[in-house]
């Protein structure tokens, strides 16, 4: 069936060196891939989203990269702040969506 | 628009118990989507609904569960009997589809976090 998953399970960085997420899916029709960010007690939100017609996003500290022919995706974060500690969800859609199972991000001060 | 709402924010009950969990999307979202999160299974897809009508319910676990969507703007997810590894945070969402297909960024509700003893 389709699978999407999602690496490093957990993940410590130094405050402002870089941080790397990376995603994998089954589904060769996944058309649009969103990445969430959970903080503690909170809901998921959306950061960034990229679709099957693009190679790369990017928004300030943040950007995303699709691998279509090695169905892989990546988020990456760069100058991380320790706001930026949370779980991120990758995710991947076609006729449904289906998230990865979750990064914990923590940021050494 | 005061987001995707739902009710209530916990709740605690008794195994046995009928629970019903309330979701309202936000207005002009036709697509509305109920996940479980715990902390071993992450975040699970239970059911979608398009424009009210039910597309997918493969990630209901079990008969125990059931979700109905009267009109666009009301949603219930209903566990009877409830049992004790019912308990997780349960999150509805909602989105519109853009044109051509392509879907769009799914707006989260609170949660409601849900304790079966």
Redesign the interface.
């Known amino acids: 069936g389709e699978n999407v998953e999602q690496h490093p399970s957990t993940l410590s960085v130094q405050e402002g060196d870089s941080a790397v997420i990376k995603c994998t899916y089954s589904d060769s029709a996944s058309?649009?891939f969103?990445w969430y960010k959970q903080e503690l007690g909170?809901?998921?939100?959306?950061i960034i989203?990229i679709?099957s017609n693009v190679g790369e996003k990017k928004d300030q500290r943040i950007a995303v990269t699709l691998n279509k022919t090695a169905k892989h995706f990546s988020l990456h974060i760069t100058e991380t702040q320790p706001e930026d500690s949370a779980v991120y969800?990758c995710a991947a859609?076609t006729?449904?969506?289906?998230?990865?199972?979750?990064t914990r991000l923590s940021i050494r001060p | 628009d005061a987001g995707v709402i739902q009710s209530p924010r916990h709740e605690v009950t008794e195994m046995g118990q009928e629970v019903t969990l309330r979701c309202k999307p936000i207005s002009g979202h036709d697509y509305l989507f109920w996940y479980r999160q715990t902390m071993m299974r992450g975040l699970e897809l239970l059911i979608y609904f398009n424009n009210n009508v039910p597309i997918d319910d493969s990630g209901m676990p079990e008969d125990r569960f059931s979700a109905k969507m009267p009109n666009a703007s009301f949603s219930t997810l209903k566990i009877q009997p409830s049992e004790p590894r019912d308990s997780a945070v349960y999150f509805c969402a909602s989105s519109g589809r853009l044109a051509g297909g392509s879907y769009n960024e799914q707006f989260f509700g609170p949660g409601t976090r849900l304790t079966v003893l």
């Open positions: 058309n649009y969103p909170k809901r998921p939100q959306l989203d679709r969800f859609s006729s449904k969506i289906i998230f990865g199972s979750g």
